[in-house]
């Protein structure tokens, strides 16, 4: 019954239960986008053509073997090319090239973390999935019922974090730096705008429904 009238509360005002799942969708572009960039940096960040690409390998005595993709292999070429001793010689014949830092605060966010290798780098992948489940369990700390979807949102809130967790340790870092990030910038907005907005609603439809149960009592 509690949660046929809840629907019937969402209908009335427009509140789609699931709303909350269309911002996770929207990221995907972003991601793929943000994965592209850090993997391919000589492509997408400094915009080098294949033949750019080809002579910089020759300038820097760098070998493509068969083992490498070219998310590994732009990476670890630009960061050769970006050593001191190699970026005049390149610039001299590729002008457009600029070194490129990988560094932020000590972290090498090219790095493609690895559950065999124990490194610091394992911080980001386990700040985005630890954020990530924190965000979502303040965001529906005030709104879980004990209805069908209770469940559903315990589920998605550990399952979330996991797949995180598990992505991170599959690209590079940068992009669990991108989902930490999110992740406090989310945290940030539901006490800063959020709350007080739920808050504000709250008391309208208080008062709209004070005044509903009025008129029918005027009437009765």
Do not use: H
Request: with cysteine; aromatic share 10%.
């Amino acid at each position: 019954k509690q949660s046929t009238e809840m629907m019937k509360i969402y209908k009335e005002y427009n509140v789609q239960p699931f709303a909350s799942c269309l911002p996770l969708l929207l990221q995907l572009p972003i991601l793929f986008g943000l994965y592209s960039a850090i993997g391919r940096p000589l492509s997408f960040m400094l915009r080098l053509t294949a033949e750019q690409i080809t002579k910089l390998g020759s300038l820097i005595g760098f070998e493509i073997t068969s083992k490498m993709s070219a998310y590994s292999y732009e990476i670890a070429m630009a960061k050769t090319a970006s050593m001191p001793e190699f970026v005049s010689k390149v610039q001299e014949t590729i002008s457009n090239f600029k070194p490129i830092d990988f560094n932020f605060f000590g972290l090498d966010l090219s790095l493609t973390p690895s559950f065999s290798v124990v490194s610091i780098i394992w911080i980001l992948p386990g700040l985005a999935a630890l954020l990530t489940y924190l965000s979502s369990r303040i965001m529906q700390a005030d709104t879980a019922k004990q209805d069908e979807m209770q469940s559903t949102q315990k589920t998605m809130n550990l399952l979330m974090p996991v797949m995180i967790l598990m992505f991170g340790f599959q690209v590079p870092a940068g992009l669990s730096l991108y989902w930490t990030i999110n992740s406090l910038l989310q945290i940030v907005q539901y006490y800063t705008l959020d709350k007080n907005f739920k808050k504000q609603l709250a008391n309208e439809i208080a008062v709209k429904t004070a005044s509903i149960e009025s008129k029918k009592n005027k009437r009765g």
